[in-house]
T-cell receptor, first 111, second 113 residues
Framework: QQQVKQSPQSLIVQKGGISIINCAYE??????FPWYQQFPGKGPALLIA?????SEKKEGRFTISFNKSAKQFSLHIMDSQPGDSATYFC??????????FGGGTRLMVKP | GAGVSQTPSNKVTEKGKYVELRCDPI?????LYWYRQSLGQGPEFLIY????????DSGLPNDRFFAVRPEGSVSTLKIQRTERGDSAVYLC???????????FGSGTRLTVV
């Protein structure tokens, strides 16, 4: 059972544009929602994370928006750069247990 | 070390053979996780260690898979009688405490031919 659904599978954005990736979850017990960035041949790297007591978290050009009632959260990358081209994964966990990952979004930022 | 180290980075083995994959976590990290990532997919949980004990092994697909962490630091993932379907990147991650942000290694790419 896929508990975290991620969309789109791939995304092409022009340099300077906004990249938006969405995730939806089913398990209402999830209490930690991180986003990971993965470059080819590397492991995922934690980008930003949010807990359900806030609706938005911003770190530099990266923002997580969280909608608890809809069981959805999204990653916004402002002023997207070619160096942001990577695969992005949303994930969720419950009470410090293992992470359940979405299927990933391959982002390409065109110069 | 500065990061999570996984060895080997690549492993090609024949169907039916036994393999061991090693993970060296960040010094002082008590929690250690193994995940498996198939091509084009998100990582899937295999097993979690807190210290020396396997706190959650619910993600291991079958009894051909086994992992140990005898001294609470280095961990080894062992796969017996490998099958072509075991081909994937095996990722290890560690964190200072349960529920903390993970640091992943670069993974071991296992190819079973």
């Amino acid at each position: 059972q896929q508990q975290v659904k991620q969309s789109p599978q791939s995304l092409i954005v022009q340099k300077g544009g906004i990249s938006i990736i969405n995730c939806a979850y089913e398990n209402t017990a999830f209490d930690y929602f991180p986003w990971y960035q993965q470059f080819p041949g590397k492991g995922p790297a934690l980008l930003i994370a949010i807990r359900p007591d806030v609706s938005e978290k911003k770190e530099g050009r990266f923002t997580i928006s969280f909608n608890k009632s809809a069981k959805q959260f999204s990653l916004h990358i402002m002023d997207s750069q070619p160096g942001d081209s990577a695969t992005y994964f949303c994930a969720a966990s419950n009470a410090g247990n293992m992470l359940t990952f979405g299927g990933g979004t391959r982002l390409m930022v065109k110069p | 070390g500065a990061g999570v180290s996984q060895t080997p980075s690549n492993k090609v083995t024949e169907k039916g053979k036994y393999v061991e994959l090693r993970c060296d976590p960040i010094s002082g990290h008590t929690a250690l996780y193994w995940y498996r990532q198939s091509l084009g997919q998100g990582p899937e949980f295999l097993i979690y260690f807190q210290g020396t004990g396997a706190a959650d092994d619910s993600g291991l697909p079958n009894d051909r898979f086994f992992a140990v962490r005898p001294e609470g630091s280095v961990s080894t993932l062992k796969i017996q009688r490998t099958e072509r379907g075991d081909s994937a990147v095996y990722l290890c991650a560690s964190s200072f405490e349960r529920g903390g942000g993970y640091t992943f290694g670069s993974g071991t790419r296992l190819t079973v031919v």
